[in-house]
């Protein structure tokens, strides 16, 4: 039997609109032996949406990967257990100068990962998105 569950951890910036989040920040699908976890795309904005790292694409980054570390931690995972991201930047070229802080969040073996080039976000100051995806042993999954 398949559950799934939709979570909006601390530490995770979500869009409301009218009172209501417009998306689910993870979503966790429960199968009997393991969890898929799906993070939605991360961005530099605190929890109340103020963008930080303002014009810093390695702040940016940073900031992005300790969102998607709170949204893992949550459900008890962590960055070994990322099998797939997808990441969105305005600035391609600036994102490879400054792409190697991600390796301090994702070690070897990295996830697999698609980079696209985008004219803008949800912000115009933001300058990365990634959204991750892991898989878990159901036996690991907590939920907050």
Excluded: W
């Excluded at 995770?12 to 969890?35: L, Q, W």
């Excluded at 103020?50 to 949204?71: F, H, K, S, T, W």
């Excluded at 990634?130 to 878990?136: L, M, P, R, S, T």
């Amino acid at each position: 039997m398949t559950k799934v569950h939709h979570l909006m951890p601390e530490g995770m910036f979500a869009r409301v609109k009218d009172g209501n989040p417009i998306y689910t920040s993870v979503i966790v699908v429960e199968a009997a032996d393991h969890a898929r976890i799906h993070l939605a795309g991360q961005v530099s904005a605190d929890e109340n949406g103020a963008v930080m790292g303002r014009g810093d694409m390695r702040a940016q980054i940073v900031r992005v990967c300790e969102c998607i570390r709170a949204g893992l931690e949550a459900v008890g995972a962590d960055f070994g257990d990322v099998v797939r991201t997808v990441t969105y930047t305005t600035d391609i070229e600036e994102y490879f100068r400054c792409q190697a802080v991600r390796f301090d969040y994702f070690t070897h073996p990295a996830p697999t990962s698609t980079l696209l080039g985008v004219s803008r976000l949800a912000d115009p100051d933001f300058l990365v998105e990634i959204e991750a995806e892991a898989v878990i042993d159901s036996g690991r999954l907590k939920l907050s």
